[in-house]
């Protein structure tokens, strides 16, 4: 008997098995922003462990942090074009593909981080406006956290006659810009990966965000100013390329939405428990923080909701509006 022959006949086969393992797994690119040490990472961590088990190790997800792939728009456009399968982003950043979203950047809609979970989770409003994304070419899968936004600035901010000196970054979305002009910053629109550079070199004064991001990508070392006005609830709605999401089977598609509802409750658990000790690790780097009298931020951005009623129509404002004014009665802020 050829003994050579079993062996070589041996390891061909035992190749070819490994090769058909390795070929059942497929890997799944997600693009986001947030640096290594943020919730976003700790979430996407959380997503891809539970998509490997839930779909039994057919799917890797591969993470690719701050900004590795593309900034947050560029992430959105992959999605549409398949190079990408996974991004987390801001709602409003979504909006350059379906304007009506950018209504959700809408100033003081909720109070609170409940207010906020169920409007994202049950407002007819906005579930049938991400009912419409998948023929844009991608779908939400759940929403993430990311909390509040507020403002760093490399100059106090205590009330809107402050801003009248400043340039404020924005990123492309309507009704942050138009609600950033109302308080009275000139606005400068820019990618979040040129922000930290940009206030270092003064091209703009500073920058609003949640908590969360301007912890987690340093912006208070260069804008040691922290205000925080909560003006706008800013959610991270986890989205799926349409492409990859037709690729799964249905079992896979069940499995790949359950992870990510379980990393978004991770999400939210995460970011509203951090945010008082964020901020004290903030402080103690030597940032200053202050809450300013808000009254006079929400009489400045009053005239936005007519001017998105004039853009968007009132049906679509007056429908969001309504259900955020429905939550915030049936769930008082405490």
Known sequence: MNFTFLKVAAAAGLMAVLGTSAAAQQVLRFSHTDNPGGSRQAA???????????TEGRYEVRIFPAGQLANDPKA????????????????GSYATHLASLNLTAMPFLVDSY????????????????FDKLPDVGFRV????????????????????TDAQSMKMRVYPNDMIRWSMEAIGFQTVVMPITDVYLAIQQGTVNGQ?????????????EVAPNITLTRHVYSPLPLT????????????????????????????????KN??????????????????PEIGPFREAVAAVYDEARAVYG?????????????IRKAMPSN
Not at 314 to 326: C, R
């Open 208 to 220: 609003e965000n949640p908590i969360d991001t301007i912890k987690s990508l340093r912006f208070y």
């Open 314 to 326: 009132a049906e679509a404002v007056d429908g969001l509006l309504a259900d955020a004014d429905a």
């Open 274 to 291: 951090s945010v008082d000790s964020q901020i004290s690790e903030m402080k103690a780097a030597g940032a200053k923080v202050t809450v």
């Open 76 to 91: 959105i456009e992959q999605l549409i074009l398949g190079g990408v399968d996974f991004t987390v982003s801001a709602t």
């Open 114 to 129: 409940e207010q906020g979970w169920e409007l994202y989770d049950n407002s007819d409003w906005l579930q049938g406006e």
């Open 141 to 160: 899968l759940a929403t993430w956290e990311a909390g509040f936004r507020s403002f760093t600035t490399n100059k106090p901010l205590n009330s809107p």
């Open 240 to 271: 799926v390329s349409e492409a990859t999401w037709k690729k799964f089977s249905p079992e896979d598609q069940a499995a790949v939405t359950r992870a990510a509802n379980e990393a978004a409750a991770f999400s939210r658990d995460l970011v």
């Open 44 to 54: 996407a961590e959380v997503f891809a462990e539970k998509v490997g088990e839930y």
